[in-house]
């Protein structure tokens, strides 16, 4: 799995996620666990994963629907 995006905005995630649904693409949303026991107070940030052979479609996915500010650099 490779992590695109890393964020507190809900939103944002939930946007992405039926992006990855919509091109059949398996994403992962991980860490909210971590966010419900610290309150959901939005300090720890949530990271959005997808299946390692397709992160270059998804991210392009990603990209093309203005998302491209969110995305994680490619090489962390």
Do not use: W, Y
Not at 31 to 41: K, N, R
């Amino acid at each position: 799995m490779h992590e695109l995006i890393r964020t507190n905005d809900a939103v944002l995630l939930s946007f992405a996620e039926s992006l990855m649904k919509d091109a059949g693409i398996h994403c992962l949303i991980a860490d909210q666990g971590m966010s419900i026991l610290e309150g959901s107070l939005g300090m720890l940030p949530r990271r959005f994963l997808v299946e390692g052979d397709r992160a270059d479609e998804a991210r392009r996915i990603l990209a093309d629907a203005g998302l491209a500010d969110e995305l994680r650099d490619e090489d962390r």
